[in-house]
Every structure is written in C-alpha cells, then in structure tokens.
C-alpha cells in the first residue's frame, strides 16, 4: 500500500505522554502511529527532525469577520493566521453583517466561507426571532448557539428571561451548546450612561463600567436558567474571580457548564491597558492582577475547561478613537496564542498535557467536534508540528491577519509553531502559506 503521506522521526504528544513515532497519513485521516520501520510507503514524506507534534488546536471562539466587515478580516486571512498559530478548527461567532441568525444567514456564510478557508470551520448561530426555527438551524449545520448578555444582537430578546428560559428549552432537547458573553446589559448600560453624563470618557471609565458584578450577575442569571432547562451552557472568556467561583458552584453541584479564558486575560492586567491604551480593549476588559491569580488557579485545578483567544480584528483607526465609548473592542489573537502558552511551558507554569486539553481535547469535546482533539488512528489528520526551543519576539506587522497589532507586539517568546497540517494537507510552512484558499473543511454539526 502506498499511502499519501508519512511523517517520521517525530516526538507525538499522544494518551497523556510524548512517544517517538511516525505517522502515516491516508485521505485526510491518521492511518497508522508506530515505529518508522512499521509505516507503508508514502507519495510524500517528511522528516520532523524530533520535533513535536501536537494535536491541531481548536480555538472555539473566532471572529472572522467578511460579509460586510471584510475591511477588517475574512475568511481567507483569518484562517491563514489560525494555520499560522498551530490552529486547525475554529468556530466563527455569529455578529457579523448580516447577523448569521436563520437558515438562510447561516447557508449563505457557509457558501462564501467555503471558497477561502484555510483550516476547518465550523459557525454559531444566534438565536432566531422565531423558537421554531432553531430546529431548521441546526439541521443547516450550526455547531451551537451564541447569547451575548450585554447589548441585543441577535432575535432573542435577552431582557425577557421567558423568552431565554423556552429558547435553551429548546436546545437542550436536541443537545446543543449555548456559549455565552457573560455581561448583563442592564447594569453596564446604566454605568456607562452615567459614566458619559459626567464626561469620563477614558479607559478607567471602561473599566468601572466593566466592573466584576456586570459579569457575576450576567453569570448567575444564566445559571439559574441553566438550572430549570438542563441546557449546556459554555461561559466564554470568564474573567473574573467571583464569576469563575460562581461556575464552579454549579460544576459541583452537577449541572452541565463548561467555561473558557483567554490568553490576554491570562497575561494582561490593567496596568497593561493603561499603559498600551485602548490597542489592548477588550470586552470584557483585562482584570486586576487577584482576578488573573483566580484564573490561573481555575486552571491548575481543572475548573478552566478550554482556552480560546477570541480573536476580534479591527483597523487601527477603529482602535483608536478618541472617546473610548467609540472604540472597537477586541483584539487578533489567533497567531499570538500558542507561542504565549508554549512560552509558560518553558517557564513551569504550564505542562503540554494542560495545552492539549485545554485547546485540543475538551474543545472538541464540549462542541462535540468528531475526530478531533486527539492524534489516534482513524482521527482527522489535524496537526502541528512545534519547535520547542526556538525563541524570537511578536511582531504585529507580520501577522496573517488584516489586523497589524497586539498588545503583545514585541514579547519575547520560546516556542513556535512550524508546520500545521490540516486534514493531511501541509497548510503552513516555517510560517508561509502554502496551502490554496479553499482547502479547509465546513464542519456542520453531525
């Protein structure tokens, strides 16, 4: 038998321990892992020299953007900056132009993004003015449904806790995930209305806005409907002590919650912010540093299930406006992720295995992505091959992504994605593209 592609001499990070092996690659899928002798010939072969090959990273929460924001992102760019970060599968967040919130919103996405991306994508909806329709939604292929707490973006109107309470009734029955931004409007407008009354217009202003009890009681809102309609609730980028506490109370008690960080939650306090200023905003807002202690911790305890970078491009301009009411919020992170876990490797703070689970296997797991998270044979072959030791710093100016800037522009970083295969197929290279648009996957729930 002669097989499409055979990588050998690698270190795999495979059942919870790094193995030298090979591995045999056929039609997309991981066909054998073994002794290099053991593997059948190949039409293609690559020696990884020793390095490591990790499962190919699942980032669950991606801002892509095209339609009508392709100024600041599309899917041809956004996927190359995954393929550049390591990243084989993202799922695209729904408040895009249009909002990606019926059958036909969600059909249409897919049919453009199927022609650019690099890596497998798969899409949120949000939820449709009509209940009824979110049955035809996720026969279309929704991998789940996105509720954003703060301001109404979607058909659901989340000031009416009956209309939440039917909603995650329904997707409850048919097993589909609800990620939530975990804001309550409420509050966070009647901060920010009295906040512009007194003509505070800056960062700290944003931050008093963003105040810890906007998301605990954004949190403990959705856990109590949680509760009564058994949905499975995914809290996205949690970010503060109390909120993470609150989650995993109800962890304990037996409900069926998962929640996730980011890393600039993880790296930056608001001594960050102030000082790079609105580059570096955010929704929610970096924290004080007893709040990124908290989420360390949730780490280390296993309370943190997945790590995402909500990645959120904007142009400089709109980084920049001058009353900080106008800036868009958000950052790239989607090349900037596993260089910085990769680099607390180094440090102690963080293992290859917590890496792995938390932006590998509980990712798919949680989204019930099938044959991902996880080098074993039969599995998509969807993977990244990392330099442990290679050190060099952050430049913004080289991203992928249309968006030029980081707030983590200019770190040092020891640890670097070098080759990313995406179902079998070299994607990037030494950090070039070398893939055609395209050749990614749509994933759509099974």
Not at 63 to 86: I, M, N
Not at 89 to 118: C, F, G, Q, S, Y
Not at 235 to 261: P, Q, R, Y
């Amino acid at each position: 038998m002669i097989v499409d592609l055979v990588l050998s001499n690698g270190k795999a990070y495979i059942d919870n321990e790094i193995v030298d092996c090979s591995l045999a690659i056929e039609e997309g899928k991981i066909l054998k892992i073994g002794k290099k002798t053991a593997m059948p010939r190949a039409e293609t072969k690559i020696d990884l020299k020793h390095l490591l090959v990790m499962p190919g990273l699942v980032d669950t929460h991606v801002h892509l953007r095209d339609e009508g924001k392709a100024y600041k992102e599309d899917f041809y760019s956004g996927t190359a900056a995954a393929a550049a970060g390591g990243i084989t599968t993202v799922l695209d967040m729904p408040n895009n132009n249009p909002v990606t919130m019926t059958t036909e919103t969600l059909r249409e996405r897919m049919k453009i993004a199927e022609r650019k991306v690099l890596v497998n994508t798969g899409f949120y909806s949000e939820f449709p003015k009509n209940t009824e329709e979110i049955v035809e939604i996720i026969r279309e292929g929704a991998v789940a449904f996105k509720l954003y707490m703060a301001e109404q973006v979607g058909g659901l109107n989340i000031d009416d806790d009956h209309a939440l309470w039917d909603a995650t009734k329904i997707i409850s029955r048919l097993k589909v995930p609800v990620a939530v931004h975990a804001e309550d409007k409420e509050t966070l407008k009647r901060a920010e209305e009295e906040l512009k009354r007194n003509n505070h217009n800056d960062v700290k202003a944003f931050l008093e806005a963003h105040s810890e009890s906007v998301e605990v009681k954004a949190v403990k809102r959705l856990l109590n409907i949680a509760k009564q309609t058994g949905v499975h609730v995914h809290f996205c980028h949690i970010s503060t002590e109390k909120g993470l506490k609150a989650i995993v109370d109800a962890k304990k008690s037996g409900m069926s919650i998962t929640c996730e960080t980011t890393p600039h939650n993880l790296f930056l306090s608001v001594d960050d912010l102030r000082r790079i200023g609105t580059l570096a905003l955010t929704m929610p807002p970096v924290r004080e540093k007893h709040h990124i202690a908290a989420l360390w911790n949730g780490i280390k305890n296993g309370w943190i299930d997945s790590l995402a970078s909500d990645h959120a491009p904007h142009t400089l301009g709109e980084k920049k406006a001058k009353l900080v009411w106008d800036v868009k919020v958000g950052i790239p992170g989607l090349e900037t992720t596993l260089p910085l876990l990769l680099t607390e490797v180094k440090r102690g703070r963080l293992s290859i295995t917590q890496i792995a689970r938390l932006m590998s296997e509980k990712p798919a797991e949680i989204f019930r992505l099938k044959g991902k998270g996880h080098l074993k044979e039969g599995n998509n072959a969807d993977f990244v091959v990392v330099d442990l030791d290679r050190k060099y710093r952050i430049d913004a100016s080289k991203f992928h992504s249309k968006a030029k800037y980081s707030p983590f522009d200019g770190w040092n970083v020891e640890g670097k994605p070098i080759r990313t295969f995406v179902n079998g197929q070299l994607v990037m290279d030494e950090g070039e593209i070398v893939a055609e648009a395209g050749s990614g996957g749509i994933i759509r729930r099974e």
